[in-house]
């Protein structure tokens, strides 16, 4: 069991879903537990939020995420980057989709690529903002691609496709849909 202990839940689903991304299948409870695995404390503040990691009552890690915590849009990145950082350090881990959870990967380059990105700036954000792996960076610019090319010329209103699986054999590090 890992506490997860804020003083707001702004982000409390973001932070949830970065820590079974890295502890998969381990409950997160507010509730003290001598069993924890460890404490992780999110203290938001007027210019960000600092996260710590206790272990046995002591600071193992640190982070700092800067921003105004308010503004969703703009810190949700921040603070999931904080957290990636802290639990990346924690377990030495790097996941390949980097701070990407809970959405398609493919929508940042789809939307970058829709506003005139170069798929070169696109690769830069990926690697830079997201942190994400340089194999899983070109996957998501190479499908974001073709699904513009398949979507060119149709107009938005002629079709609506969704395809869902929710039963997947694995958990992919950046979907919800099985969470």
């Not at 996260?51 to 603070?79: C, M, P, W």
């Not at 390949?96 to 940042?108: F, S």
Request: a negative charge; proline letters at 3%.
């Amino acid at each position: 069991m890992i506490r997860l202990l804020e003083n707001s839940h702004e982000y409390n689903n973001d932070l949830r879903a970065m820590l079974m991304a890295f502890y998969p299948g381990e409950d997160i409870s507010e509730k003290e537990d001598a069993d924890a695995r460890f404490t992780l404390v999110c203290d938001y503040d007027d210019t960000g939020a600092t996260l710590h990691i206790l272990e046995d009552g002591a600071v193992t890690g640190t982070e700092r995420a800067s921003g105004d915590y308010k503004d969703r849009q703009n810190f949700r990145n921040a603070i999931k980057l904080a957290i990636y950082h802290l639990l990346s350090a924690k377990t030495g881990r790097v996941l390949p989709w980097g701070d990407l959870t809970g959405m398609r990967p493919t929508k940042i380059a789809m939307k970058a690529l829709q506003e005139g990105e170069t798929p070169d700036d696109i690769r830069r954000m990926y690697r830079e903002v997201y942190e994400v792996s340089e194999a899983k960076t070109e996957l998501a610019l190479d499908v974001a691609q073709h699904e513009i090319r398949l979507l060119t010329g149709l107009a938005a209103d002629d079709y609506c496709l969704y395809i869902g699986i929710p039963f997947c054999p694995s958990r992919c590090l950046y979907c919800s849909f099985t969470s």
